[in-house]
């Protein structure tokens, strides 16, 4: 079966200090895999996607860079953090765009 | 631009009665809805999914509606129990690879 991790569950950064999450997929070859984030009472926006390995496509645009360096493997990251970059944020995978799966996310506030 | 949007923010409904969360969008290139459950600090998990070639999908209490002309969603969870409360998402995908989602219904089942 098909599984997703994501790591860290939680972390604080100060203002200014690099991000680097980490998201596998296991059980699945060439998955979709995307980016999303949750800020405080808002819904999800999607962040960054990927068709495949190298491949990156950017919806937003932000203090944020992704890279998909094997098959099954995504990371976002910055070089410089920024108060509004607080948030949840999610690692999904998917199949042609049917069912999106989702990691357990990753809780960032940066102070 | 919120393609997919979820106009109620919150919903109460006390236990044994019907639920029902509504979604809209606007891009007609849409053809897979899809709705999500959420609790807090943790990933979405899939519950429900409708192609547009449907006007109907029911799984167990959960029942989506499509409307194509309306461009709305529905999703029914008949009875409500209180471990439905959650914050409920709806998405959309069309030809590309991306879903979008609404920004949530949190729903709170009162026993």
């Known amino acids: 079966s098909q599984t997703i991790h994501q790591w860290p569950a939680t972390l604080v950064q100060p203002v200014g200090s690099p991000l680097s999450l980490e998201c596998t997929v296991e059980g699945t070859s060439n998955p979709n895999l995307y980016w999303y984030r949750q800020a405080a009472g808002r819904g999800l926006q999607l962040l960054f996607y990927?068709?495949?390995?190298?491949?990156i496509s950017s919806e937003v645009p932000q203090n944020l860079s992704a890279s998909r360096p094997q098959d099954r493997q995504f990371i976002l990251s910055s070089k410089k953090l920024l108060l509004s970059d607080s948030g949840f944020y999610l690692c999904a995978w998917s199949v042609k765009s049917v069912e999106a799966f989702f990691g357990q996310g990753t809780r960032l506030t940066v102070v | 631009d919120q393609q997919v949007k979820q106009n109620s923010p919150s919903l109460s409904v006390q236990e044994g009665r019907i639920s029902i969360l509504n979604c809209d969008y606007t891009n007609s290139m849409f053809d897979y809805f899809l709705w999500y459950k959420k609790y807090p600090a943790e990933g979405p998990t899939f519950l429900i999914s409708?192609?547009?070639?449907?006007d109907k999908n029911e799984d167990g209490r959960f029942t989506v509606f499509l409307n194509k002309s309306a461009k709305h969603l529905s999703l029914h969870i008949v009875p409500s129990q209180p471990g439905d409360s959650a914050v409920y998402f709806c998405a959309a995908s069309g030809t590309g690879n991306q879903f979008y989602f609404g920004t949530g219904t949190s729903l709170t089942v009162i026993p």
């Open positions: 990927s068709v495949g390995i190298g491949q």
């Open positions: 409708i192609s547009s070639i449907k």
